[in-house]
């Protein structure tokens, strides 16, 4: 028997988070593509920031209420690890744990990524903090970042367990399909869940495309070094 467990925009929410954070990891390090760093960035951190609104007011299975975080769940997960999927229709204890944990440093990575931008200058966002808070929040950014890292590669191992455990009921393949085999309540989506969806999508984007069209962006140490080399051919 098939259920719908995850709704398209929870599925949405989630390939776009993992595609954006891949992309802002790999150009990090690539001062050609700063204002892009920062644009996927600032687009990951409106996303999740959506996603927490909808983890009060979403879905079955996507509401944190649902997600199963207590103590006793926690124990009774780890030592029947078998235990049938329809006992964790959504997330599983481990799952939900880490969830929580990625949608956390997820935000405070991108807000770091923000702040230390506008400690380099640039008043992103309209915000502009004193040169001094650079290298603290330069720090923290370069920490959370590298913690995510951690928490996905868990998730990833998660789901690698799950599905040698559990293959038949695709928990793997659910978030492409929605569906999991399993018998539980399915999963819908009220009107103003919909509506709600919409903004989810629509607003993040705005955010990527804003920074990318009309955001001034920190320069990097090659561009501030052409300029200096600009300054001192003019001047002799």
């Known amino acids: 028997m098939k259920t719908y467990i995850w709704t398209l925009p929870t599925r949405i929410f989630h390939w776009l988070l993992a595609i954006s954070f891949a992309l802002a990891f790999i150009l990090g390090g690539e001062e050609d593509f700063l ?7 600032s687009f990951a951190g409106v996303l999740v920031l959506f996603r927490i609104i909808q983890g009060f007011n979403g879905p079955l299975y996507a509401r944190f209420r649902d997600f199963p975080v207590s103590v006793k769940a926690l124990t009774l997960f780890f030592t029947n690890m078998k235990m049938s999927k329809s006992e964790h229709p959504g997330h599983n204890p481990m799952a939900s744990v880490i969830m929580l944990s990625i949608l956390l440093v997820a935000l ?7 702040l230390l931008s506008a400690s380099e200058g640039t008043g992103i966002f309209g915000i502009t903090l004193s040169v001094s808070y650079k290298e603290t929040f330069e720090e923290l ?8 890292l951690i928490l996905v590669v868990i998730h990833l191992t998660g789901i690698l367990a799950d599905t040698v455990l ?13 569906y999991k085999n399993i018998k539980a309540e399915n999963a819908s989506l009220t009107p103003a869940q919909k509506v709600f969806s919409i903004f989810w999508i629509l607003i993040p984007l705005l955010t990527f495309f804003y920074i990318m069209l009309y955001q001034p962006v920190p320069k990097g140490d090659k561009e501030k ?9 003019s001047d002799d």
């Open 141 to 148: 950014h370069d920490v959370v970042v590298h913690l995510m």
């Open 108 to 114: 405070i990575s991108a807000i770091s990524g923000i």
């Open 35 to 41: 204002r892009l760093h920062i644009a996927l960035g």
């Open 166 to 178: 559990h293959y038949a009921q695709g928990t793997l393949f659910s978030m492409f399909t929605g």
């Open 225 to 233: 070094t052409e300029e200096v080399k600009e300054k001192g051919e």
